[in-house]
């Protein structure tokens, strides 16, 4: 069945470093890909997503490419700030599982001044 | 726009009793709501799928009779746990997406953190 693979956590950055989050996914098709964050006691919130191969996602400073070739959807922010700190989830819709989302384990980020 | 909202956002209760967890679509109409529960420092897992006027449709190794879930409108689905007990404590979470599995984005609510005593 389809599955996400996100990298593991926590990830601890300074503020203004770069941030890497790989991504990668199995599926049938071409499904719509997802980043999702969870800031600390809330629920999730969508960040960005692509439908589509070589779609670009973009939001507040984050951005995914959808890569077929490589089925991956990295996110990457050039310059994170304590306020990113949160967990993010990779998520794929699954077509074939009636249109359920799949999610990654999530990657923690926490981003020290 | 796309708001979904949860009521309570936490609730504390005695072993034994039931529990109701409200999700509505505030400015969509949601033919399809999800119910997750999330465990500390973990993803999210599916417990079910709600859509408007039918049955939920539960996945493998949730109890339908101790998580009862009513899509009785196309802005509200409930969740109850029946009977709850300790190992029931967790974050429950709903989501809601517009018509058709192929409508791709769901939109989350906020959460209800449910302690049993």
């Known amino acids: 069945g389809d599955s996400v693979t996100q990298m593991e956590g926590p990830v601890t950055l300074s503020e203004e470093a770069f941030l890497t989050i790989n991504c990668t996914y199995t599926a049938t098709g071409y499904p719509s890909l997802f980043w999702y964050v969870q800031y600390p006691g809330e629920g999730l919130q969508l960040l960005l997503k692509?439908?589509?191969?070589?779609d670009k996602g973009s939001n507040k400073g984050f951005e995914a490419t959808y890569r077929k070739e490589t089925t991956s959807f990295h996110l990457e922010k050039g310059s994170v700030q304590v306020s990113d700190s949160a967990v993010y989830f990779c998520?794929?819709?699954?077509?074939?599982?009636?249109?359920?989302?799949?999610f990654g384990q999530g990657t923690e980020l926490s981003v020290k001044p | 726009g796309a708001v979904v909202s949860q009521h309570p956002s936490r609730v504390i209760c005695k072993s034994g009793t039931s529990v109701k967890i409200e999700c509505r679509s505030l400015d969509f109409q949601a033919t399809t709501m999800f119910w997750y529960r999330q465990f500390p420092k973990q993803s999210l897992m599916l417990m079910a799928t709600?859509?408007?006027?039918?049955?939920?449709?539960?996945e493998q190794g949730v109890e339908k009779d101790k998580f009862l879930i009513n899509h009785a409108s196309l802005t509200l689905s409930t969740l109850t746990v029946t009977s709850a007990h300790p190992e029931d404590s967790s974050f429950y979470i709903c989501?809601?997406?517009?018509?058709?599995?192929?409508?791709?984005?769901?939109?989350f609510g906020p959460g209800t953190r449910l302690t049993v005593l």
């Open positions: 998520a794929t819709l699954s077509y074939n599982q009636g249109g359920k989302l799949i």
């Open positions: 692509a439908t589509k191969a070589d």
């Open positions: 709600s859509n408007e006027g039918s049955k939920a449709t539960y």
């Open positions: 989501s809601a997406r517009t018509s058709g599995a192929r409508t791709d984005t769901q939109y």
